[in-house]
């Protein structure tokens, strides 16, 4: 994970409370690396970690030195149990399904963000738009 830089972009619109993000993982490193299922997201308090939109399914990204991939997060939606934060666990799986999730990573969020029940996230994917097409619409 040292040769990953992480990042999280708010895509409403000015003004608008945050609940679409864009999650950027950017291969800093000089040789490549790939990228598995999607970004295992858990809260410490919480009971589960943020579901999966399963129609986002895609092949690991690979990514050679200095490209990207994207995982689109809803941060709400359920509106029961919400948690404010400013920072998102993120924690990378590995090829095996099931395998235990890496440490997580504390990535900055653009701001107070309210996650509920309702948060869903994609798997990573290697073009951003396709990535917030599985959650504009929500």
Not at 35 to 41: D, E, G, I, R, V
Not at 56 to 65: G, H, I, R, V, W
Not at 102 to 112: A, D, K, T
Request: hydrophobic share 35%; net charge negative; charged share 15%.
């Amino acid at each position: 994970m040292s040769d990953l830089a992480f990042s999280a972009t708010n895509e409403d619109e000015n003004g608008k409370p945050v609940r679409h993000l864009l999650l950027t993982v950017t291969n800093t490193g000089s040789k490549k690396c790939s990228l598995y299922a999607y970004p295992y997201l858990k809260f410490p308090y919480a009971r589960a970690p943020i579901a999966v939109i399963e129609d986002s399914k895609d092949a690991p990204a690979t990514l050679a030195p200095g490209e990207k991939a994207y995982a689109a997060l809803l941060a709400s939606g359920g509106h029961m149990d919400t948690y404010d934060t400013n920072t998102l666990p993120l924690s990378l799986q590995g090829p095996h399904p099931g395998s235990k999730p890496s440490e997580p990573v504390n990535v900055g969020l653009p701001g107070q963000v309210p996650f509920d029940d309702g948060a869903r996230v994609t798997y990573w994917i290697t073009a951003s738009g396709l990535a917030l097409r599985f959650i504009m619409s929500s």
